[in-house]
């Protein structure tokens, strides 16, 4: 096995103008909102990407199948022609990060892609109602598109600069002309938020020019407030089936 | 020293259908199975496995002598030839888990091996009575066969997927046109337990078509079982001797 | 991306004599003294150094705008000429301090110095009124000059040695033939300290020949000594408003 | 700077029969006992090693002198000649120890080692009197000679080997056809530990036919023992004052 090796399941995989990256993060935001625009947009596995610089562990599939951890590259079809970065981990080591990044702009590099959005979560350590969209470019006139589509700059936020793939990209892809502009969905940083996801899709859709169906992403959140308004519910009661119920 | 290093302790070393894999993990229960095995099936040493990968200690043997920390490749004779690896530690550090997993599949295609068992124990966090054999394959068509011989495959279970060489081995051998079988004794994952190996072994047993006597197995199996009852007992009354005596 | 990178802005950047290392460190005191000295001398930044050794993380501008981490080196003007390394991070890795060492003295070099000075903050876990500026040398007959400055020298002060960058530029620097003196201002180690950052630039400035005002970092250190006043009353009066408004 | 460097002061640093190796460790049983050793025997320096798996850090002498973190090779005169290894730090890394273990053996080989030993504390968890000296041996027939001068050899002492320079050093050396010997003073692990270094060398001395004056180990033992002494009086009486001194 290569340090990190890049299988392209078809031998022309296409090209696209935008790459989307959803990989792992704070409140699985990003993850949320890739996986449901592949899903959405009926987008096809065109690559996986394995690597040594992964946590050394195996994904079991619901058929009981282990797999090697790998990030995967989706294309969706259509008019506009969207790549999409998924998977199931980032590095497990400072300087793989650096070395992944740059092999997911190699494979961006050989689709075309000329605008990179990079998706996460921004934790705030409490829960959020109305999560903003926290946002950052990697040229200054890309600002004003971003702002327009609700997407917020806020000098300090988040204080700490972004962490790993959605942060690295960013800076990155300028390097190779490539666009880039990082949303992150303001979320408590503790849960998986469908809430954050849907506020950050909503910034991304006319960014993108694509309209996509929040419904399911909607239903989602509905489902997880209730079961956080019912915690809340029987914390006050000291009721401690209901917490196990939910842990 | 090279980064690994695989001493073959004779120039024709032999042949092997079947590679099963027991190296320290939760529990320890791959290892109780497969050095129990060894000693059933009489498996002789044929190779032994170096590297800087291994934790930077050294074993002390129980005449006194000090040696590199390393893992072993057995070989079993009789009619089924079973090469065994097992061994004193597992890597150091993450990408170490990939590099050495390459290396044992080296050794399983010198050998000719086309099919691999990985061992390992399902940590559940509880003391366990009955315990289950969760599996996992590497390809769908396995399936079948592993349920047959009572192992199970629950979605989700175990959560994060598999850990370490267990997990490594499934997935990279397929990529060498290798069956790949991984079965977890589910355990407590606080205690050494020849309970959880036990029941490996009735799973196992039948999938390699191989007779092996689990008598030893359950007497030690039996023994601890007595000393965890009597340390429940001492709990109770609150004896602190007893307690110093398991600990 | 290479492990190591150092981009000049200019093909010719010019010569230095001195270089002065204010990289981010305990109570970022030479951070406060270099970045006040590259404002005060009107240095002009000349390069920037990027690495896959440093945490992976980008840096959000005041634009919003994301770029790598990185550090970077600035040229002052004048009679004196005077290179600044300063950025936004260290190593995140312990060999990676040693390499990107070298990599500072290979700029260093380039530049024709011949003189480093390494700063950085001396934590003693308490907060420290007229705060003493230690010192180390890497030749001995430096340190004659070093203490007609100010700087003192205590057996066993620092007492682990000098841990990053402001340590291993001083002892690497020798084999470059390079002069090396490292100055650490007093600190509590918990707090920004532009108290102890005065003090030292108080020692640095002769030991220069070059006057530098420090009206800004006394103004600096005389507002974080009010807002440290106010929080040790409202300790006392149990107001936990006020501490909220510092944490 | 290369990943490992040794440098040697002398073009022809001559030749030693055997190596002592007394790095940092365990209660610093080792380099006690390896200092103490290289003042009585009057040894003279006759290479540096330094590498980027060592901490980065550096070491500040008492004339305020910084110099890179490193470890030194000593040769004794007289009748037996001796090699001591020593220094700051072992391997901040666990690979790290492996590679500095090879690049050790290599010094010990140009000079014609054809004996090492290795000093260790074995830290037991509480005070100590009348310190043991634990033991382990590279070849079986080292045993009784160890056994003869008071070394112990217990099964499961100490329980998980030997880490680090001590134990590689032991089972790498065997790689050259050197003989290697352990020797552990056995050590609360709290504290540099003199009675443990001069229980050690009690035993080291008959191995190596060379008698060594241990009344300096002797004298800061007592001391040592003194302020314990005191240290717990003052516990009994709860006078914190005394606590402080120690601490």
């Not at 392209?8 to 935001?29: F, K, Q, R, S, Y």
Request: overall charge negative; hydrophobic content about 40%.
């Amino acid at each position: 096995m290569e340090p990190i090796e890049t299988h392209w399941l078809e031998e022309n995989p296409g090209t696209a103008d935008i790459l989307i990256e959803g990989l792992p993060g704070i409140g699985h935001v990003g993850k949320l909102v890739a996986e449901h625009m592949i899903q959405e947009l009926q987008a096809k596995k065109i690559a996986e990407l394995y690597s040594i610089h992964f946590p050394p562990q195996v994904i079991i599939e619901s058929d009981g199948v282990a797999r090697l951890a790998r990030n995967e590259v989706y294309l969706s079809g259509g008019e506009k022609r969207i790549a999409f970065l998924v998977g199931d981990y980032q590095s497990a080591s400072p300087d793989g990060h650096y070395l992944l990044s740059e092999a997911y702009l190699d494979i961006a590099e050989r689709l075309g892609v000329r605008e990179i959005y990079t998706l996460g979560g921004y934790g705030v350590g409490h829960l959020v109602s109305g999560p903003r969209v926290l946002s950052a470019v990697n040229r200054e006139d890309l600002r004003a598109r971003v702002e327009a589509a609700g997407g917020e700059f806020n000098r300090d936020e988040p204080p700490g600069g972004i962490l790993g793939a959605s942060g690295l990209l960013l800076a990155l892809s300028l390097r190779r002309g490539m666009d880039g502009v990082c949303l992150m969905g303001e979320t408590s940083g503790y849960l998986v938020d469908p809430r954050a996801a849907s506020s950050l899709l909503a910034v991304l859709s006319p960014l993108l020019g694509v309209e996509v169906d929040k419904s399911q992403l909607e239903t989602r959140a509905a489902e997880m407030e209730q079961v956080i308004a019912k915690l809340a519910e029987s914390e006050r009661a000291g009721d401690e089936e209901a917490l196990r119920y939910i842990g």
